[in-house]
C-alpha cells in the first residue's frame, strides 16, 4: 500500500552529523511517518514520528533533543537530521508510514500492523 525507501546512512565518528531521507509512495493517504531502529540483538525502537497534517511530533527519549524529524509533503520525503551522535546510536534505521495512528500510537506498533516499512538504511557510530 505504500513504497518507502530509506538513504542517507554511514559510518561517522561520534559527536558527527548525518542526514536520512525517506522518499515514498502510495495510492492511499497517509496519516503519519515515523522512523525506527533496530539495534543487532535488539527490539525495534520507534524514535521519531510525524504528522502529514496537523499534530504533534513526537521523539524518544533516547534521541530527544539530538535529533530532528521534518517532512516535506511536496517532495513526498521524511528526513531524519541526527546531530552529535553517540556510539549507541548504530543501528539499521527504518521509515514507517500508517494510514491512522501517529505519535506514540505508531512508535510502540508493532512493525507487521503498520502500513508500510522501509528496506532500513545503516548508521555505524565510532567512539
Known amino acids: 500500500q505504500v513504497d518507502l525507501l530509506e538513504s542517507g546512512g554511514g559510518s561517522v565518528h561520534a559527536g558527527g552529523s548525518l542526514k536520512l531521507s525517506c522518499t515514498y509512495s502510495?495510492?492511499?493517504?497517509?496519516?503519519?511517518m515515523a522512523w525506527f531502529r533496530q539495534s543487532p540483538g535488539k527490539e525495534y525502537e520507534g524514535i521519531a514520528s510525524?504528522?502529514?497534517?496537523?499534530?504533534?511530533?513526537r521523539y524518544a527519549d533516547s534521541v530527544k533533543d539530538r535529533f530532528t524529524i521534518s517532512l516535506d509533503n511536496a517532495k513526498n520525503t521524511l528526513y531524519l537530521q541526527m546531530d552529535n551522535l553517540k556510539p549507541e546510536d548504530s543501528a539499521k534505521y527504518y521509515c514507517?508510514?500508517?494510514?491512522?495512528?501517529?505519535?506514540?500510537?505508531?512508535?510502540?506498533?508493532?512493525?507487521?500492523?503498520?502500513?508500510?516499512w522501509g528496506q532500513g538504511t545503516l548508521v555505524t557510530v565510532s567512539s
Open positions: 514507517a508510514a500508517d494510514f491512522r495512528r501517529c505519535g506514540w500510537f505508531m512508535l510502540y506498533e508493532k512493525k507487521e500492523n503498520l502500513g508500510g
Open positions: 502510495s495510492w492511499r493517504s497517509i496519516y503519519c
Open positions: 510525524i504528522p502529514t497534517g496537523l499534530g504533534d511530533i
